[in-house]
């Protein structure tokens, strides 16, 4: 069973950075778009970020200029580099793998990994 896992997150203070990692268990040379979730206590999953394999990047309006997501398909990884962080930003991150933006889908999902952007 295919599996991404997540590491990276925990508690960083408003302003502050954190650098996401997703070893996505699958070789992502041949996948196109590839990217980041995330879920906030009591809201909906949110489509934060997603890179092509030409290295085309999308982002949501509330991170655009804060959030970098970037790819090595050598290793099979993935990364959210998060600076400025908010608390409106705090929530669980996944990465996933193959994702249908249109539809918020993703052919394989991370677990999670929790962020809290708290003083």
């Known amino acids: 069973q295919v599996q991404p896992v997540e590491s990276g997150g925990g508690l960083v203070q408003p302003g502050g950075s954190l650098r996401l990692s997703c070893s996505a268990s699958?070789?992502?040379?041949?996948?196109?778009?590839v990217g980041w979730f995330r879920q906030a206590p009591g809201k909906q999953r949110e489509l934060v970020a997603t890179?092509?394999?030409?290295?085309?990047?999308n982002y949501a309006d509330s991170v655009k200029g804060r959030f970098t997501v970037s790819r090595d398909n050598a290793k099979n990884m993935m990364y959210l580099q998060m600076n400025s962080l908010k608390p409106e930003d705090t929530a669980v991150y996944y990465c996933?793998?193959?994702?249908?933006?249109?539809?918020?889908?993703?052919?394989?999902w991370g677990k999670g990994t929790l962020v809290t952007v708290s003083s």
């Open positions: 890179i092509s394999n030409f290295g085309r990047t």
């Open positions: 699958i070789s992502i040379f041949n996948i196109n778009i």
């Open positions: 996933a793998v193959g994702i249908r933006a249109s539809e918020g889908m993703a052919d394989y």
